[in-house]
């Protein structure tokens, strides 16, 4: 036995945990600090399984949302509610969370590079390669090792595949469901599009008001509903189906507004 412990893709876990501790007191500000994050349902994170378990978000930007569940996530299985004070968190963060990304964004430069040794299982898009629409064949590999992450730990995808708002779910995330049988959480995230720019690394604007809503885990009969069933079943937990895209009047638009305005600064008072 070997005296230093890798996780299943072979990453140091020591290297790990202190690349998280990092990058967590560096990110921390982001999300309490030039912006706040609202965080609801952090009580679902506490009763969850070690193993096994997948969580589902819809998309904004290419980093700063993962970066945010990681804060998320540790905050929540050290006690805090809906509450990512004191960056103490990270002290001791687990170290079986992955995340599901593109390979080829995990391979653009240095900072990539670090993320993905975070815990990225990068994989090839089917869909989409260099800027352009492509149609390929699902690589078995890169199933297997999403399979080997839930089996190691807590996976996080974004089912859409992308960071526009309302595209179709791809149905490789229904497929994963139904062939591990993993315990599918959902979130729900806002703001990120607006406090930074689309691959999260740079802020854009400040006092913006993000939010992240985690679900109940979802009922789901593994044997006898379809991948159709799961993916309509997604659509909605995490709010993208096309009956949330609504066209909201002006002086909605404008209440809504005057209450962001309130809201962005009255968390600090």
């Not at 992450?149 to 490789?172: C, E, H, M, N, S």
Request: glycine content about 6%; cysteine-free.
């Amino acid at each position: 036995m070997g005296l230093i412990k890798r996780n299943p893709f072979g990453h140091i876990l020591f290297i790990k945990k202190w690349l998280i501790r990092i990058l967590g007191a560096m990110t921390h500000r982001r999300f309490r600090g030039f912006n706040e994050l609202q965080i609801e349902g952090s009580e679902h994170i506490k009763d969850l399984p070690d193993t096994n378990v997948l969580f589902i978000s819809n998309h904004q930007t290419y980093f700063a949302d993962v970066v945010a569940m990681f804060h998320v996530f540790n905050a929540s299985l050290s006690g805090r509610t809906d509450s990512i004070k004191n960056v103490g968190y990270l002290w001791n963060p687990k170290l079986n969370i992955y995340y599901v990304a593109a390979k080829e964004t995990m391979k653009a430069g240095l900072l990539p590079k670090i993320l993905a040794y975070v815990g990225s299982v990068s994989i090839e898009r089917t869909w989409r390669s260099e800027g352009k629409d492509v149609q390929r064949q699902v690589k078995m590999s890169d199933i297997s090792n999403i399979g080997k992450a839930l089996d190691d730990g807590w996976v996080i995808t974004f089912p859409q595949g992308t960071t526009t708002p309302f595209k179709p779910i791809r149905k490789g995330t229904a497929h994963i469901i139904k062939r591990y049988k993993p315990v599918v959480v959902p979130i729900v995230i806002d703001g990120f599009r607006r406090s930074f720019d689309k691959k999260g690394l740079r802020i854009k604007k400040k006092n913006i008001l993000q939010s992240m809503e985690i679900k109940a885990p979802l009922e789901i009969d593994y044997d006898n509903e379809t991948t159709e069933d799961i993916v309509k079943k997604i659509e909605y937990a995490i709010e993208q189906h096309p009956s949330f895209l609504k066209v909201i009047p002006e002086a909605e638009l404008k209440a809504q507004e005057e209450l962001d305005k309130l809201r962005r600064w009255k968390i600090k008072e």
